[in-house]
Every structure is written in C-alpha cells, then in structure tokens.
C-alpha cells in the first residue's frame, strides 16, 4: 500500500530532466547516509515537494537499478571499508534498468571524508572486467595486481531529488535486494537508504532538518558491507553488528506497522 502512496505523492514534484542533472553530478562530494523504515518514506516525500526536484525521464519518477560488486579472492574492499580505513576504494558496475546503460564506478573514500567517483561506460561480460574496463582500473588503481570477480548483486528502486534553492542531490532507495553469484540470496522490503549528496560539509540542509524532524539519524552504511553479511559468512562481520541490530530494528518496526 505504502509504494501506492509513493507514486501518487511523486506527481506533485515539478520535474527536472536528466540533461539538467549536470549542475548537480557532484563527482567529487561529501555524503550524509540514512537508514530507516520504508513505510515512512510517503509521509517523508510529503515534506519535501516544495524543497526539491524530482528527475524525470519520459514521465517515469522512480527508477530500478543493479549494482555488481567487485572484490578480489582476499575481500581487499570489503576489508578496507569494515576496518574503516582512509583512502579506501570500491568497485562496481551500475546497470540502469529502465535503459539498459551500464558503467563501470570507481569510488574512493578520502582521508579527508569526500567521495570522489570516476566511471566509463562499460558492461561486465564473462565475470570479469574487460580489457577497456581493466585500463580504466590500472588509472586509478595502479598497484591493483590481481583479478577482480563479481562477489555481489544488489537490486533497489531509486527516487532522485535536487534542492530547488539549495545545490544537493538527494537519493532515496527502497525494494532492497542482495544477491551472491553463487544463488544465495536476501530481500529487505522493510529497508529504505537515504542519502544527501553535497560538495560541502557545513550549511544546512533542507531534507537533514527534516530527518532531524522525524527522528532519523546520520548513519555510516555500506550496501555492499551489509549485503554481504547478511548473505555470506564474513570477516569482521562483528564490526557491522551496530548496523545490523539497527536493521533488526527497522524490520520490527515495519512489521508492527503492517
């Protein structure tokens, strides 16, 4: 019933077209991540119509995506972001299902907390970057001498929002699903990813003050950490325990509310 609400409350943004996206691309950025019930998400969206942009492409206002990660056999990435450590890097390719456009993301972490992202165009074939994907990784990982394999899939609708007087591009997600190339897979329909991307730390922002309104906090979360976890016996995974009470918690709460 809750995605009903969604999609009627989505109309009453003023659209904004992916060519105007440009402004707002924010490749080299800080993030704000925010986890919480999806069933809260209409009641959020209801607050922020008068705030910001919705992407519009040929009338359609929520968009499914699929996220391939990519690690190496001793888990390199996964290993650098649960031991939280600076200048760490992700890997991934990021299909958009609606049109079928696939790239290739490289993602680094800085020591000073901004995310800075380079991408090409490019599609996986035969589980394993090609040559012109391998080029691009060689780039910016120079000292990165081993193969890279596909060690999970994740799925999730996205709404894009962008501040109407201030410059920030908001990302909501929902419809989680976690998948492992080997058929072990996981769905969180409970779950809703916020996220404030912005080239700055300081001033305010319009959604954060609402978060703040409705309760929900900044929290560090990787889809990527947390979907292994959940779908794999990992390293570490002792260190994601916050995040996974947390996301126990959220399922309770959506359940009661059903």
Known sequence: MYRLEINNILGSFNPIALHEMDEVMLMNRVETKY?????????????????????????????????????????????QQVRGKLNRHKIRYRRYESTGVSFLEIKKKTNKNRTIKWRIENRLTDDSPDAIASVFIKEYLPDLCVDLKPVLINGFTRITLVGIECRERITLDYNLTFATPDGKNSNLPFLAIAEIKRNRHYGSSPFGIIMKDFGIRPNSFSKYC?????????????????????????????????
């Open 35 to 79: 986890i919480f019930s999806s069933k809260r998400l209409p009641a959020l969206l209801d607050l922020l119509s008068l705030r910001y942009k919705i992407l519009d492409i040929n009338a359609v206002r929520s968009f499914p995506y699929q996220t391939t990660y990519l690690d190496t056999s001793d888990l390199l990435f996964y290993m």
């Open 226 to 258: 947390i979907g292994s976890a959940i779908t794999s016996e990992m390293p570490r995974k002792n260190i994601l325990k916050q995040n996974l009470l947390l996301i126990n918690k959220i399922e309770n709460e959506y359940l009661k509310s059903s």
